[in-house]
Structures are given as structure tokens and as C-alpha cells.
């Protein structure tokens, strides 16, 4: 990214780092984030957004909720899926929080 890139831009480029950095294959094949990856992930990564990130049994329901075509990994649109879950509900909240400022001035 270069030193005038958006917020959203930066952004965009932050997730997708995230994704390579706990995938693995290489250009020829679609790169996938294994089950124990991908607990390593949301253990390091989305502690404090999501609550039992370090619960085994937790992180594998999420896998098989976002695993879509049952490969018991993790592909970059199944990854996709899961940072617009988390993205939506805080987006709530900041849309709450903004409206109860607005009304409490």
C-alpha cells in the first residue's frame, strides 16, 4: 500500500494480510486456512471481539458454520463471511452509540 491509500484502503489491505499470514498453499492452488490455523487466528487475532477464542470446541463450530463446501478449511470467501459477521453487529453499535450521543447532547 502506498503512503496515500484510504482508511479503507488500508483496511482492506490489513484483512487481507491477515488471511495470507494463516493460510497456506501458494499461487496455483486457492489458499486455505487449516482448522488449527485458524484457532491460532482467532486466538491471536480476535480475542477481543469474539468471547471463547481460545475454546477448542467453540472455534471448530465456527469453522463448520463458515466451512461452505464442507473442506474443513478455511478459503478466502468463507473468511470474508466472517469478518462481515463481526463487522455487522459492531456497526450496530456504532450506529447506536452515535444516535444515543446525538440525542443526549
Not at 464442507?70 to 470474508?80: L, Q, V
Request: with cysteine; charged share 30%.
Amino acid at each position: 500500500m502506498t503512503t496515500n491509500s484510504t482508511e479503507l484502503e488500508w483496511a482492506l489491505d490489513v484483512l487481507v494480510k491477515n488471511f495470507d499470514k494463516y493460510a497456506s498453499g501458494c499461487c496455483k492452488k486457492p489458499r486455505r486456512i487449516s482448522k488449527k490455523d485458524f484457532r491460532k487466528m482467532l486466538s491471536r487475532e480476535l480475542n477481543h471481539m469474539l468471547t471463547d477464542t481460545g475454546n477448542k470446541r467453540a472455534a471448530d463450530k465456527l469453522i463448520c458454520d463458515l466451512d461452505e463446501n464442507k473442506d474443513g478449511r478455511i478459503c478466502f470467501d468463507e473468511y470474508w463471511t466472517l469478518i462481515g459477521g463481526i463487522a455487522s453487529p459492531i456497526a450496530c453499535l456504532i450506529r447506536q452509540q452515535e444516535h444515543g450521543t446525538k440525542f443526549t447532547k
